[in-house]
């Protein structure tokens, strides 16, 4: 489909696609960034949209001169936060009804189900660790609303989890994203990034296949 393979071009070529939003939105780019991690974290309609991606090559154009890598680590730490804490309201107001929802395009069962079982293996620190695992990311506050998870205890690991990943990943990008070796090869750098990522995901799948 047509649209498939321009969401992959997107996110092959983040890095290009960033740099014409920065020359044609100029300091506009702080909120569409914003927006989209907010929409990343916080609407378990989205987990589609890049995350570990945008921040690392957001971080490079940054450090390329484009951007003030400081302001734009605390804007997408608010939005992570913001983001995780929308989630969990939704779950929580939702709570068990969720299950009843068919399965569509843009909603699964089955990520919700993965994502308890990977609280149940992790207790409250699965939302740090789910900050560096794309859909459970974005399912891990869902469902610790849907559990009913006292909030103040989930803000704590939020805003912990939000640091590490904002912070790790942004600057990452502003001091390693423009050294040749990597700006050169930045596309099997992005490509790097979403494997890895994933890996957990299909690690925990592989565990679930191999435990039926």
Known sequence: MEWISSFVDVILHLDQHLLVLVQNYGAWIYGILFLILFCETGLVVTPFLPGDSLLFV????????????HLLVVLLLTAAVLGDS??????HYIGPKVFRFDDSWFFKKGYVERTHRFFERHGGKAIILARFVPIVRTYAPFVAGIGAMRYRHFLMFNVAGAVLWVALLAYAGFF?????????????????????????????????????
Do not use: C, D, H, Q
Request: charged fraction near 10%.
């Open 58 to 69: 957001a971080g490079a154009i940054a450090g390329a001169g484009s951007m003030n890598v």
């Open 86 to 91: 929308l989630n969990y309201a939704i779950g």
């Open 176 to 212: 390693f994203g423009n050294l040749p070796l990597v700006r050169n090869n930045l596309t099997v750098v992005i490509l790097g990034i979403v494997v890895l990522s994933i890996m957990p995901a299909v690690v925990e799948f592989w565990r679930t296949k191999r435990a039926t």
